[in-house]
Every structure is written in C-alpha cells, then in structure tokens.
C-alpha cells in the first residue's frame, strides 16, 4: 500500500480522451463512471476540478468523423461542437451537484492579473460546491497560444489552486519500464512503475509517445505535468481511468498507476507562475560570472552580466535567460525593457542612470522574480 492521500483536501483530476470515447463517440457510460467516482469525492468533503478532454472527440462523433482532422479551424470546429455536449453529459450526471464550465487559453494563465482571475472564479465555485469542469478553449486558441495539450493544463491548475493532488486518468495506466507489446497490453501485464521519486533524464526517455487518432497526450506530456505539479510541491498519479472505482482506490493508497512524488521544496506560487504559466517574450543572454551568480549563489541578474537579447520585450515580460551557447538557465520577469537592455548591457548598475536619465531598479531581474532550477534545487 502507497501511503494514503488521508488528509486530501483538493485535488485535481484530469480525464484524457480515450478514456471518454470509443470508436470515435462519447461513451455515455464512461462519463456516467467518472461523474460518480467525483460525487463520492465531493460527498468526502473533497474539492475536486475537473480538467476533462474530450471535446473534439465527441465534436467527431456527432459529425461523424473517424478521423482526427489536423487543420486547426475544423478542430475548432469540433470542439465548439463537442464541448456543449460533453457538459451536458456531466452536468446530467453529477446532479445533484452543479457542474460549471471554464475553459482557458494559455493567454489567461500567462498574463498574471488574469491567472488570479482565473483563480478567484474557481475558489467561488467551490464555495458554492460546485464542480468546476476545465478544458482547453479550443475553439478560439490558436497554435501560439496552446497549452499543447490538457495534461499541462490540469498541472498549472493544480499549481494555480495548490491542488493537494494531481490524479491524470488515462488509457495508459502509468509509466512503464518498456513499451508494452500489444499483446502483454491486452492482458494487463505491462510493467508499471509505482513511484518515481524523482524526475530523472532516465524516467524521460522511458516514456514513449503513444500514437492515437483523437488524443495528445501521451506518457511524454504527462511527466511533463508531474514536473510541473512536483515543483509546486504536488504529488501526480497517472492511473487507467477506464478501471472502475480508480480514483477512490488512488485516493485509500492501492498501488495504481504510477505515483510521481513531489520535490521537497515546494516553488513559491508566484514563481511557479513565472516558470510554467507564463510565455516568455524574449530571451537575455549572460556571461558566465552571471551564471555562476544566478545559478551556484541565486543572485538577482544586474545588467554588467548581460551580453546580448532577442525579441522586444516590455518591462514587466517574462523572459528566458540563456548562457552563451544559448542553454536555458530559466526565467524571469524583466525591470527593463529590451530597448533600455540594449543600452545598459554589459555596464555596472551605477552607469545606468547616466545612459537612460533615469534608474528605477538595480537589478534586471531581481531573484524574487528569477527562476532558475539549479539555484532553486527544485529538481
Ligand atoms: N482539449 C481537447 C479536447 O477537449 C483535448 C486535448 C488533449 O487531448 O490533451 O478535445
């Protein structure tokens, strides 16, 4: 037995596509199965947020489409025409409970007043009991603006409400040791992972995309999210959704799936945002003194260790910081723009007001708004 989520207050489950549809259509049964498994959570005092797929799927099978179509304005399409259905089918059977749709661009985690909005409409639902069902606005997102797929999604929502846990419910059960063959597949007998302590380049290679015609997803996006989830401190589990009663056996410790357990040190909120919420508008490259400072002593970045940018950028802009052979040491929020950049690299912070006319900061970007894993041991 895994140690029991005993004292589990929110959670945050996220249901893939494969695990609502068959031969291309909604399976009514399986939202029924899932819709059950979250009244007995919310009869459990349980506030859950439903981050369910399934959308584009059901949009296919009411046009009757086989095949996952790639143009972008007919997913949208599907997807318009879907998602209606899809909440119709929850809202059926999670009565007596209300369900309520929200559905996000990356644009609104990425901008933070609107991630706090974001927020605060989720924590009156919950006030109300009402089960806030989330999904990706497909229908107006384009290619830019994606989160790629709503594994990420649903880790950035468990990041944005401090989920106690993340629970992905998938067709693929977990992570296992080596590709199934489709035999040993249909009889169940893959080898499942049961914890990963640690996000490993290892564990990365041993996740392999799996191809599907309505799906994104895949072992690959999944450690991707239980990255996301484990450096805000939130432990993931990635189950077979399609198993009855899986998320209450999750929930009581059976060994389901594979548990990904979280870091020990939990990223502050605000720079968790900054590391996985946010887009970065440009890039700053620094010298190898700024690196060792940011990186081995977690200093703020001044602009003496700047040596060059790419693309424009306000102030107030999350950016990528990149050493000079354009490795990503991580990310912050910039007190300058690219413009004033352009003018202060490479000076010492006390020749800023004599370049500009004016100095409103010291630092570029102070280590309050700096993500940089290596200085935050965050994994
Ligand atoms: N948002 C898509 C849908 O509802 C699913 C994206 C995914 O598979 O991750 O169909």
Same mark, same amino acid.
């Given at each position: 037995m895994r140690k029991t989520f005993i004292n @589990?207050?929110?959670?945050? &489950?996220? &249901?893939?596509?494969?695990?609502?549809? /068959?031969?291309?259509? $909604?399976?009514?049964?399986?939202?029924? *199965? =899932?819709? *059950?498994?979250? /009244?007995?959570?919310?009869?459990?005092?349980?506030?859950?947020?439903? &981050?369910?797929?399934? #959308?584009? !799927? #059901?949009?296919m099978?009411? @046009?009757?489409?086989? /095949?996952?179509?790639?143009? $972008?304005?007919?997913?949208?399409?599907? +997807? +318009?025409?879907?998602?209606?259905?899809?909440? *119709?089918?929850?809202?059926?059977?999670?009565?007596?409970? $209300? +369900? +309520?749709? =929200?559905?996000?661009?990356?644009?609104?985690?990425?901008q933070r007043q609107r991630y706090l909005n974001v927020r605060n409409s989720l924590l009156t639902l919950w006030q109300w009991n009402v089960v806030p069902i989330v999904n990706e606005n497909d229908s107006v997102s384009v290619e830019e603006i994606k989160f790629g797929d709503n594994d990420q999604l649903a880790s950035l929502v468990a990041n944005l409400i401090s989920a106690d846990l993340l629970l992905i419910l998938s067709d693929v059960g977990g992570l296992r040791s080596s590709p199934p063959a489709p035999r040993l597949r249909r009889a169940g007998q893959n080898e499942i992972i049961s914890v990963v302590e640690k996000i490993t380049p290892t564990i990365e290679k041993m996740a392999f995309k799996e191809k599907g015609d309505l799906t994104k997803g895949g072992m690959v996006s999944k450690i991707q999210a239980a990255r996301i989830a484990a450096n805000g401190g939130i432990p993931t589990v990635v189950a077979q959704g399609r198993e009855k009663g899986i998320i209450e056996k999750v929930i009581k410790g059976e060994q389901k799936g594979t548990l990904f357990l979280p870091c020990q040190k939990r990223l502050k909120a605000r720079k968790s945002w900054i590391a996985f919420s946010s887009l970065p508008h440009g890039d700053v490259i620094i010298d190898q003194g700024a690196k060792e #400072?940011? &990186?081995? /002593? !977690?200093?703020?970045?001044?602009?003496?260790? =700047?040596?060059?940018?790419?693309?424009?950028?306000k102030?107030?802009? =999350?950016?990528?910081?990149?050493?000079?052979?354009?490795?990503?040491?991580?990310?912050? $929020?910039?007190?300058?723009?690219?413009?004033?950049?352009?003018?202060?690299?490479?000076?010492?912070s006390n020749q800023i007001e004599a370049e500009l006319g004016y100095k409103d900061y010291e630092e570029v970007i102070h280590r309050d708004n700096l993500y940089c894993p290596a200085g935050e041991e965050s994994g």
């Open positions: @589990l207050k929110k959670i945050v &489950v996220k &249901v893939g596509t494969k695990v609502l549809t /068959k031969d291309g259509c $909604l399976e009514e049964k399986q939202i029924e *199965n =899932i819709s *059950n498994q979250i /009244k007995w959570l919310v009869k459990k005092g349980i506030k859950v947020i439903l &981050v369910s797929s399934g #959308a584009i !799927g #059901a949009g099978g009411i @046009l009757g489409f086989k /095949k996952r179509r790639r143009l $972008l304005p007919l997913q949208q399409g599907l +997807a +318009a025409i879907g998602q209606n259905e899809l909440m *119709n089918k929850y809202s059926k059977f999670l009565r007596p409970n $209300l +369900a +309520a749709q =929200i559905l996000l661009t990356r644009e609104d985690l990425n #400072a940011l &990186v081995k /002593k !977690g200093k703020s970045l001044l602009c003496s260790g =700047i040596i060059g940018i790419y693309g424009k950028f102030i107030g802009d =999350i950016v990528r910081i990149l050493d000079k052979d354009k490795k990503e040491l991580g990310r912050g $929020l910039v007190h300058y723009s690219s413009q004033e950049i352009e003018q202060i690299k490479g000076l010492q």
